[in-house]
């Protein structure tokens, strides 16, 4: 095989093993010389002598070009031998052959060593501390302008207040009043047959009071406003932070917490404790009247029963709970809106995990309220 263009990078092998590079190896004489080296046909275990003393010029692009010859040939199991080049262009290959090698150790060991199973894991904790610790700055750092603005309520935003409060209080009343009415229903029925057989069927006003009022009403509630609003406010957040929005209200000097967090926290904590309440209404409302299908429990004696059965600490454990889910929420969907970057693929990722994180944390802040009131006995 002989390739030998005037004026242009070539190279040649005879039927003994050896190769002669000549011509100029430059960028602008390099011409189609890649097609031709791709084209040599296959060669296994030569001693190979590469002769670089017809080499006029080399310059980087070259030397590349050159170093992916040689080691198309080393590929096949050839050993390449380098001889005829001058200082100048030998030092220059070097450079270059030492570069390639390196790329090449490194997509090798990219490809050849995959986590086990125990580095998995490691990394995977390291990962959510990391991000649990970014997350407790995040709420420090949202607290602190929370404070300065009370401190100072001329600055606090009132529309976009009120904007929040519409959008995740007044348009999510009938999604939130329909669920917590089937629950209460659910309740009472799945209740029905085990009080009806001991002849305790009033004791239903007590199991769906107690249980709508502490427990339910701000759990559901809590959750359907993490699908429908936390991932909202990631999503918006996230797209502004993609779109680099968020930088240029720094640069314009708008404190981006201020100005998109704090509404949105504020007008959630007011509009979750008002969802419970009227989760706490339709979803006794839904327990009546199953008692009253199931169990022959008068509306009348429901209500005699259900302001003896339900003390006033059953029902501001459950408010106290739906402003601190509140705060879950907000939290949480403006956070993974802020670490979202690159584009829509990664903000859609954040979203989910703004949601997955919310209803995770807010089903882990229950059962810890649980743990305390019994402590507390209240």
């Known amino acids: ?29 390099l011409h189609d010389i890649v097609e031709k080296i791709n084209a040599i046909p296959t060669t296994n275990k030569l001693n190979i002598i590469a002769d670089g003393s017809g080499v006029e010029a080399l310059d980087m692009s070259g030397a590349w070009v050159m170093q992916s010859l040689l080691s198309r040939l080393q590929t096949q199991g050839n050993s390449i031998t380098l001889t005829g080049f001058k200082p100048e262009f030998a030092e220059r290959l070097k450079v270059v052959t030492d570069e390639f090698n390196s790329h090449a150790n490194v997509e090798s060991n990219v490809e050849k060593k995959l986590p086990t199973a125990l580095e998995h894991l490691g990394m995977s904790v390291t990962t959510t501390l990391k991000e649990a610790k970014d997350l407790l700055g995040f709420v420090g750092e949202v607290s602190l302008v929370l404070v300065a603005s009370l401190a100072h309520p001329s600055r606090i935003r009132w529309r976009p207040i009120l904007f929040n409060i519409r959008e995740a209080g007044l348009n999510a009343i009938p999604i939130v009043g329909i669920l917590a009415f089937l629950l209460g229903v659910v309740v009472a029925y799945q209740s029905a047959d085990q ?22 009403s ?11 609003s936390g991932s909202a406010y990631a999503a918006q957040i996230g797209t502004m932070s993609v779109t680099e929005e968020i930088d240029a209200m720094r640069i314009l000097g708008i404190a981006p917490i201020e100005m998109l967090v704090l509404p949105k926290l504020i007008g959630l904590a007011i509009s979750l404790p008002l969802l419970t309440v009227w989760a706490d209404m339709l979803g006794i409302l ?3 009247l199953t008692a009253r299908a199931q169990l022959d429990v008068s509306f009348v004696d429901f209500v005699s029963r259900l302001v003896k059965a339900v003390e006033m600490t059953t029902y501001t454990v459950g408010l106290g709970k739906a402003f601190v889910f509140a705060f879950i929420i907000t939290m949480i969907g403006c956070f993974q809106g802020f670490r979202a970057k690159g584009g829509a693929d990664n903000v859609g990722r954040q979203t989910t995990r703004s949601v997955v994180q919310s209803i995770f944390l807010v089903i882990v802040a229950d059962a810890l309220f649980s743990i305390l009131f019994s402590i507390l006995e209240i």
Do not use: C, Q
């Open 286 to 288: 839904g327990g009546m």
């Open 195 to 216: 009080l009806r057989h001991y002849g305790a069927n009033i004791f239903v006003v007590d199991l769906i009071g107690i249980s709508m009022l502490r427990e339910f």
């Open 1 to 29: 095989m002989k390739i030998v263009p005037k004026n242009a990078a070539a190279f040649s092998m005879n039927a003994l093993p050896n190769l002669t590079l000549s011509g100029s190896w430059v960028a602008t004489a």
């Open 218 to 228: 701000p759990l559901i509630a809590a959750i359907i406003i993490a699908g429908r």
